[in-house]
């Protein structure tokens, strides 16, 4: 792993910021912080498989930071088509005449995922299509957009990688295989990368048990009890936190010193 360092100048550049899973929950929040936050005249790419949400974030964007350029593409990372990914960027770039010599700055923020099934135990993973189609969403399609992105960008100086992850990456939940496997991969797939390529900075970030839709679904549908219960007694002890309060934290680990490729979570110190 590389040494820590500092970003403390990553929000005072001209950035192209890429946003996946950007229409809800925490996508939605850091694509309009971020917005808030990077130097004015940024671009900001927000992907997403729901257009009509996808639409009503860009107006958010728009109202709140009318100096940034916010520019939706429908995208399903989960569709395992090559030219789905080698198209993405150089036709968004293209149509909205993007000049990369005028960034300092890509950002890739990889939100995009599902929970898969949370139904079964590991003992009752049996139907080869929806374990294919969990890894693709959550794994592949991640792994490939995110190289579409750094050979698409490939000239612009500085990039700079955010994985949102998971305590599951990291600690296993019964009920929940499909979800940390994935998380996991994840991980060490970023961890690589930031090994591989140190000129790249790279960050796992962990944000905490947030109030979204994806927390209503841990409290409903997980088959363990104990996994279960845990979230709904987060959720009764106010113990879940707002996507912003996470995402504000992100912010700060953004510019504080980290290992690039290290897994940060929400609830860990950080270093200035």
């Known amino acids: 792993m590389s040494s820590s360092v500092k970003s403390e100048n990553l929000f005072q550049k001209k950035s192209c910021v890429v946003v996946c899973g950007a229409s809800r929950g925490l996508g ?25 949400a996808l639409e009503n ?21 989960g569709i395992m088509q090559q030219e789905n990914f080698e198209c993405l960027f150089d036709g968004i770039v293209q149509s909205n005449n993007i000049s990369l010599a005028d960034l300092e700055q890509v950002v890739m923020v990889h939100c995009a995922g599902t929970l898969g099934d949370i139904t079964k135990y590991c ?71 930031a090994l591989e390529d140190p000129d790249i900075l790279v960050l796992n970030y962990a944000p905490g048990p947030c109030a979204t839709d994806m927390q209503k679904d841990c409290r409903e549908q997980s088959a363990d009890p104990e996994t279960k219960q845990m979230f709904i007694d987060a959720l009764n002890s106010g113990g879940l936190l707002s996507p912003q309060t996470s995402i504000d934290k992100l912010c700060e680990v953004l510019t504080s010193k980290f290992e690039s490729g290290a897994h940060i979570d929400f609830y860990d110190e950080i270093k200035q």
Do not use: H
């Open 28 to 52: 939605e929040c850091i694509s309009i912080t971020f917005a808030k936050k990077f130097l004015t005249g940024s671009v900001f790419i927000l992907l997403s498989r729901d257009g009509k």
């Open 57 to 77: 974030v860009k107006t958010s964007l728009q109202s709140e930071c009318p100096d940034q350029l916010c520019i939706t593409k429908v995208f399903d990372q």
């Open 123 to 193: 003992k009752e993973m049996t139907d080869p299509k929806k374990v294919r189609e969990n890894f693709d969403i959550n794994v592949v399609g991640t792994i490939l957009l995110n190289s579409a992105f750094l050979k698409a960008f490939k000239d612009v100086g500085s990039k700079v990688i955010i994985n949102i992850s998971s305590l599951a990456g990291i600690q296993p939940f019964k009920s929940w295989s499909l979800y940390c496997s994935g998380k996991a991969a994840r991980d060490m797939f970023f961890r690589t990368l």
